[in-house]
């Protein structure tokens, strides 16, 4: 089955502590995103990536990294430097990232920290 | 105008009941459009594309006015399962390959 999966569906992490979230997909897609979804909010946009080893900031950026080696992987970083990292993590990919084309979203990560 | 915004609801509607949403946005420029559903604590899924004047796909219709810069979900024949949480999907800002996603408007379908 073709899909995007995300890992682990749940983390913990100590204040202070970098955590990365694995994103892939087998769906062939050129375009990656990354969102973050607080409580009764919108999706906010991280990172996005048009194609292998290009990657651009989103909308909050900051306190995030992230890396695109493969085309099928986009893991995310969240660094200590993230003011507040706690809230739902979501991957979507599309076939490329003209903004015709919908995205079809991974089961998100959930990350609190303690 | 906000690049896009909803109503957020909740919209308790009771089985078998129509319910419309509506969603204005503000780039003019905008070609396409989507509707997702989003169940509680659960990802987003594609429910429709809107390309020109609407779609229509079993109990769901979507319209879209483009001198008003609105587009609606209309649901006909409500079910309990279609209680989630709808999003509006636009075009970002002019010259952007990103997607805008609304706040969301509640649904509950009650027995």
């Known amino acids: 089955d073709g899909g995007i999966t995300q890992s682990p569906k749940y983390l913990f992490r100590k204040e202070g502590q970098n955590v990365t979230l694995s994103c892939e997909q087998n769906?062939?897609?050129?375009?990656m995103y990354w969102y973050r979804q607080d409580p009764g909010q919108g999706l906010r946009l991280i990172y996005y990536?048009?194609?292998?080893?290009?990657?651009q900031k989103g909308d909050i950026a900051e306190g995030y990294s992230v890396s695109r080696e493969k085309k099928e992987s986009f893991p995310l970083t969240v660094t200590s430097a993230q003011k507040n990292p706690t809230a739902f993590y979501l991957c979507?990919?599309?076939?490329?990232?003209?903004?015709?084309?919908?995205?079809?979203f991974g089961p998100g990560t959930r990350l609190t920290v303690l | 105008r906000k690049e896009v915004e909803q109503d957020p609801g909740p919209f308790n509607v009771p089985e078998g009941a129509t319910v419309a949403f509506n969603c204005t946005y503000s780039?003019?420029?905008?070609?396409?459009f989507f509707w997702y559903r989003q169940d509680c604590r659960k990802e987003p899924k594609l429910l429709m594309s809107?390309?020109?004047s609407g779609n229509e796909d079993g109990r769901f219709t979507a319209q879209l006015n483009r001198a008003s810069q609105y587009i609606s979900l209309l649901i006909r024949d409500s079910k309990l399962s279609d209680s989630a949480t709808y999003l509006c999907?636009?075009?970002?800002?002019?010259?952007?390959?990103?997607?805008?996603f609304g706040k969301g408007t509640k649904l509950s379908v009650i027995p």
């Open positions: 780039n003019s420029a905008s070609q396409s």
């Open positions: 769906l062939n897609h050129d375009a």
């Open positions: 979507a990919s599309s076939i490329s990232g003209a903004s015709y084309n919908e995205q079809f």
């Open positions: 809107v390309y020109s």
């Open positions: 999907v636009v075009p970002g800002r002019a010259g952007s390959y990103q997607l805008t």
């Open positions: 990536s048009q194609i292998v080893n290009d990657f």
